[in-house]
């Protein structure tokens, strides 16, 4: 009888889920979490990328209703200061986020 690839990846899996679930200090979006380093790195990458690009929509659609209203640089303004908050917050939630797992790893 041969075994499959698969068969070998989910049985890897099961031995990390149990690794994990035996160390009480993980959370469980860390135990779950079984995906490669660099598939992690792309997401904090994509993330990071997302964050300094927030500020951009609503700036230019500040400038597109300054545009069509004549009120040069009101919304342009208020659309990059809504944008500016809305990636401080995203900001502060990813450091969180990593700092939580930071800790876990730490603790470990």
Request: negative net charge.
């Amino acid at each position: 009888m041969t075994r499959l690839a698969g068969d070998n990846l989910s049985a890897e899996r099961v031995r990390k889920e149990a690794e994990l679930s035996d160390n009480r200090d993980v959370d469980v979006a860390e135990a779950s979490d079984l995906r490669s380093s660099q598939a992690k790195a792309m997401d904090l990458a994509s993330q990071i990328v997302s964050i300094c690009l927030m500020p951009l929509l609503p700036g230019l659609g500040g400038y597109f209703l300054d545009q069509q209203f004549d009120t040069m640089p009101v919304w342009t303004v208020v659309g990059l200061c809504l944008g500016l908050a809305a990636a401080a917050l995203q900001f502060v939630k990813l450091v969180g986020k990593l700092n939580r797992k930071s800790d876990s790893i730490e603790h470990t």
